[in-house]
């Protein structure tokens, strides 16, 4: 059963991962895209400087192959840069760098979303530097600029250790017209328990219909659900399990009501393309992800009937923004060069590597207010300019309506306002989705459930 799970959670992380835009951008960035090789740049006397070391991740975005060329070009009369391409095995990549990062070598940039540790118990066993420091002493870091809360998941007992550059926010768009008629508004967003449960109604009712498939993009949901809720299972720095009983029994009995909604059935797709799927009542929410994806599905929806935008909460009432798997950095704890390891991570977070994140398809948020603006303005153009078949090379939907700049601007300031950020843990849900799932399917009560499940969180807790 645990398998079951630890596969179902990988599953939903790589599905975020890969509509990340996770594109192979090393070309463009002037590397060297050989797998074999290892690259430095200087002059002939390079060999005396220190090894800086970097694993491109894994079909490396192109903003963040962007930032490991431009390290590399600015900075090669200081260090021996070496750049080492491990290809787009992940599994490759995950067992060498935790092999090595476990063992004190490595590379001096992590990307830790890759790897198979519990990134706080990593923080906690010092496997990763502490950024604090090097961000107070930096004159142009303002925590303000960025989104609010965005930093605070890589936080432990008060200092940085993880620091994201971009990041996936819950917000979900909708037919209109579909959820009138389905009686779904106003859309229960207050937490992720009111909305789980609203929407257990209406699939209950929805079932007549031959059409209907799923409520979300694509079933056993449960995993994204479990992940936007923020749930209280480990306190890692004051060494508590499941600080919040009330919290927890209203997700779980919410989950109870959609979990025979969510599950695979016979003859039902597990995925679908939303935008048609939307059209044409087989689902009733997709997930904005980036702002570029919006902006084509709202054009479309527009056209017809209209659109909704639901801002969906965490179980405290929080819009929080999840980091993504490879879009996150950290420094390696024993590091020879500490100072050029935070110039990386300060190159990351610039408007220089920010606001390059989204002019492409990418389905994911950068971390900069300002990139965020720069972004809708951008997308926002270019549908004022050329419409879905321009900007998309599809003629697939006719050009609808076009968007306005102003309907824009409010998901734009719903963005910036964000007001906490999630560090995934993968294995405390995992275990709460493992230990929980006989009450889902009414085998066990629930108390008999929570109870294990406490129980098994301790121990890895101390483990």
């Given amino acids: 059963m645990k398998k079951k799970w630890t596969a179902l959670l990988a599953f939903v992380l790589a599905a ?40 491109r991740p894994p079909y490396c975005p192109d903003y963040m192959a962007y930032t490991i060329g431009l390290f590399r070009q600015t900075f ?118 009111d909305f789980i449960r609203q929407i257990s109604g209406v699939a209950a009712v929805m079932q007549e219909n031959p059409k209907f498939r799923q409520m979300m993009p694509n079933r056993n949901y449960e995993g994204s659900f479990f992940i936007i809720a923020d749930l209280p299972l480990i306190d890692y720095e004051n060494r508590k399990v499941c600080t919040d009983e009330a919290v927890l029994r209203d997700f779980f009995d919410g989950m109870k009501l959609y979990y025979q909604y969510d599950q695979k059935q016979p003859g039902l797709s597990e995925s679908v393309s939303a935008t048609d799927a939307l059209l044409s009542q087989r689902i009733y929410f997709d997930n904005m ?44 704890a024993n590091t020879k060069s500490p100072d050029y390891a935070y110039k990386f ?60 700049p102003l309907e824009w601007l409010e998901v734009r300031d719903q963005i910036i306002e964000a007001d906490g950020s999630i560090l995934v843990d993968r294995f405390a849900i995992a275990t709460a989705m493992e230990y929980m799932e006989p009450y889902f399917k009414g085998e066990k009560s629930y108390e008999s459930c929570f109870d294990e499940m406490k129980s098994r969180l301790m121990i890895y807790l101390d483990e």
């Avoid at 006397?45 to 220190?50: K, T």
């Avoid at 066993?125 to 809360?149: C, I, S, V």
């Avoid at 084509?296 to 993504?324: C, D, E, P, R």
Wanted: net charge negative.
């Fill in 16 to 55: 975020a991962m890969v509509v990340s835009g996770c594109q192979k951008g090393g070309e463009q960035s002037g590397e060297s895209s050989s797998a074999s090789s290892q690259t430095s740049v200087g002059p002939e006397e390079q060999e005396q400087l220190e090894d800086f070391i970097i694993y």
């Fill in 76 to 193: 090669w009369k200081q260090l021996n840069v070496v750049i080492e391409d491990l290809g787009d095995d992940f599994d490759g990549y995950k067992d060498r760098v935790t092999t090595e990062l476990l063992a004190g070598s490595g590379p001096d940039i992590i990307f830790p979303g890759f790897l198979d540790l519990n990134l706080k118990k990593a923080i906690r066993n010092n496997l990763f530097l502490d950024l604090t420091p090097y961000m107070e002493a930096d004159e142009e870091f303002r925590e303000e600029n960025y989104l609010k809360g965005v930093f605070d998941a890589g936080k432990y007992e008060g200092k940085q250790f993880i620091v994201p550059a971009v990041v996936q926010l819950p917000i979900y768009l909708s037919s209109t017209q579909r959820l009138e008629e389905a009686g779904m508004l106003p859309v229960a967003s207050s937490n992720t328990a």
């Fill in 289 to 332: 992800s980036g702002i570029s994806g919006f902006y084509f599905l709202g054009t479309i929806l527009k056209g017809n009937g209209g659109y909704t935008v639901t801002y969906l909460n965490s179980m405290q009432g929080k819009m929080s923004a999840t980091y993504v798997t490879e879009g996150m950095a950290a420094v390696r």
């Fill in 345 to 404: 991570i300060s190159l990351m977070l610039s408007s220089n590597i920010q606001d390059k994140t989204g002019t492409r398809d990418i389905s994911a948020i950068p971390v900069k207010q300002t990139a965020v603006s720069i972004h809708a303005s951008y997308w926002s153009q270019q549908m004022q300019l050329y419409g879905t078949y321009g900007v998309f090379n599809s003629n697939e939907y006719p050009d609808y309506e076009k968007v306005g």
